[in-house]
């Protein structure tokens, strides 16, 4: 069968197929890059599909979106299609006979893909549970009314649509109760099988999309935007939560919903500014149809058994050929290099100077370096540092400038669509943002040296949403922290050397915080290639996060890498030294 090989991204895709073809061997056997309807055709530098802009406003709003745009068999077995049909290079995927190694991205995990023939082998390469997670919000409101409700009486609970007003009821009174679900269910006597029932209920709430293949692209474009009313993602949603329901029907509870108080996004003059909302999160499943290998240097255990339940893990233990300089007792968070107080009000001035400290030590390893310099940090601080650097912001993509929140991995990836943003440079270091588009990257295995800024450390709801779509239908309960803080606990670092850490008392939460905060470091370190390095690379990690797979060669604080960066042994009282010399007497 065919060996598919899964990377972060189609660019990484098109690089492991011109490796793997220029291995020994490798340009006798057939392999291919999988690209979707959206992808460059290398051929023509054109979309794979003509109509790949309509296929993404169908994506997830219809059952297959080839059978209704591309071609699909009439009752009489009769075949008709659109007039791009012929010679589509995204079609022609599917006529392949021969057995392939294809390379295609993550997006592709849960998707069946467009070639025939079985699949004797998948290899995932990096992290991929994030893109098989899901987060829904539905506000109280939302879930509690709907229009079919309206003229029902109110003693109704036994006709379809009383029956999905009782059940949506008694989900949120076992919330708002803090009672399990399934036993409150179980009483109403909603079991799999109604559960079930309901969820394809809502389903049969669309209307059927009156659109052909033989259409001209402006008849689908208006049939689109005339059925987009109905097809909203209420029906979808809601028949989510049911099928939700129905699998944990009989479990001793789920903590996959929950309710929450969140911003009112739509508000009226009279209105609250805050509403309850219904959370729902959600976790794909893989296909179980033959092996898998997982590449994955900061593998989790606990977290591949959701997906594995008997995983063979191998390790390989290999110290990174660098100098690892490490700053000691200062995170170097977002909130304290841009010097926000407890209310998240920024001190200007405070903030730019540190940001000018930071930019003379890009600018210093630059001039010291014997190669180029990568620098990593989170968005916000990079767009300070851009600031303070004086980059108009005409040259920052997009991307930068929107406040997205590049530490929920889980979302992050599902919109990992376009391939990685090219930033202007700081102090003539290159320039990269923490998260997934970091991930296999191999476009600064010649670089010399990484100065890392900070650390990527997601907010407790980040943490805890993805904890429940990956274990919340566990055996044990899991453990929420009060108040959003997480706890402070002193942690060994790879050179055994103990440093005060935040970290979350569920040790499930705490392995999703981990696969965020410390491995994004390594992951962005890891881009300089440590193992098999080409020529000497420096490390300089600008927090005292320890992190399990780089021990420091030197810890120093900030004043010494500022003042006296060429001393190569920590000066633990050198902070008393310099108040000593500044007193008149």
């Not at 729902?280 to 900061?298: G, S, T, V």
């Amino acid at each position: 069968g065919h060996i598919l090989f899964y990377v972060p991204t189609h660019a990484l895709a098109e690089e492991a197929a011109e490796i793997f073809r220029n291995l020994p061997g490798g340009a006798d056997l057939p392999s291919l890059v999988l690209r979707g309807r959206s992808a460059i055709n290398p051929s023509t530098g054109m979309p794979m599909c003509q109509r790949w802009e309509l296929a993404e406003e169908l994506s997830g709003k219809v059952d297959s979106i080839t059978q209704m745009l591309c071609k699909t068999e009439q009752e009489s077995g009769m075949i008709t299609e659109a007039p791009c049909a012929q010679g589509c290079p995204y079609l022609a995927q599917s006529e392949i006979w021969k057995k392939h190694v294809i390379f295609l991205p993550h997006s592709y995990l849960t998707l069946k893909i467009p070639v025939e023939g079985p699949v004797a082998l998948r290899i995932i390469d990096e992290k991929f549970w994030g893109s098989l997670i899901e987060h829904v919000s539905i506000p109280i409101g939302d879930w509690e009314r709907r229009p079919w409700f309206d003229g029902l009486d109110q003693k109704d609970h036994d006709s379809p649509d009383g029956q999905s007003r009782l059940a949506r009821r008694t989900v949120l009174e076992a919330l708002t109760a803090n009672e399990p679900i399934p036993d409150a269910l179980s009483e109403k006597d909603f079991d799999g099988n109604k559960l079930e029932e309901l969820a394809r209920i809502e389903r049969q709430r669309l209307a059927p999309p009156e659109i052909k293949p033989t259409m001209d692209d402006r008849s689908i474009s208006r049939q689109i935007e005339k059925n987009m009313g109905s097809w909203n993602d209420v029906a979808f949603r809601d028949a989510a939560i049911f099928d939700l329901l129905a699998k944990t029907a009989g479990q001793p509870n789920t903590e996959r919903l929950h309710l929450s108080v969140e911003p009112r996004k739509k508000k009226n003059k009279n209105e609250e500014p805050t509403e309850r909302v219904l959370n729902a999160h959600y976790l794909k499943e893989l296909r179980q149809d033959c092996p898998y290998i997982l590449l994955d240097a900061d593998l989790d255990e606990t977290i591949t058994r959701q997906f594995f339940h008997q995983p063979e893990v191998k390790e390989l233990q290999c110290r990174p050929q660098a100098e690892v300089v490490q700053i000691k007792k200062n995170t170097f968070s977002d909130t304290w290099l841009l010097a926000k107080g407890e209310k998240g009000r920024e001190d200007p001035e405070l903030a730019t100077k540190r940001c000018k400290d930071v930019l003379s030590i890009i600018e210093r390893e630059g001039v010291r370096a014997e190669g180029k310099v990568l620098v990593v940090a989170t968005k916000k601080v990079l767009r300070k540092l851009y600031h303070v650097n004086q980059t108009s912001r005409d040259e920052l993509p997009r991307d930068l400038n929107e406040d997205e929140d590049s530490y929920k991995i889980s979302a992050a990836l599902r919109g990992l669509k376009t391939d990685p943003i090219k930033l202007p440079p700081l102090k003539g270091a290159d320039v990269r943002w923490f998260g997934p588009r970091m991930l296999g990257v191999n476009d600064f295995e010649d670089h010399s040296t990484i100065v890392v800024v900070g650390r990527l450390q997601p907010p407790v709801n980040a943490i805890e949403n993805d904890t429940r779509a990956l274990f919340g239908d566990g055996d044990r309960p899991l453990q929420f922290v009060e108040e959003a803080r997480l706890d402070n606990k002193m942690i060994p670092g790879a050179d055994g050397v103990c440093w005060k850490v935040q970290v979350h008392p569920d040790p499930r939460a705490q392995a999703v915080l981990q696969q965020t905060r410390e491995a994004g470091s390594e992951q962005a370190i890891a881009r300089l290639r440590l193992i098999d390095p080409k020529g000497k690379k420096k490390v300089l990690i600008l927090s005292d996060l320890p992190l399990p797979t780089l021990p420091a060669d030197r810890r120093v604080s900030l004043a010494q890498l500022m003042g006296h960066p060429e001393l190569l042994e920590p000066m633990p009282d050198l902070d008393k030294l310099q108040r000593a010399l500044k007193r008149p007497d």
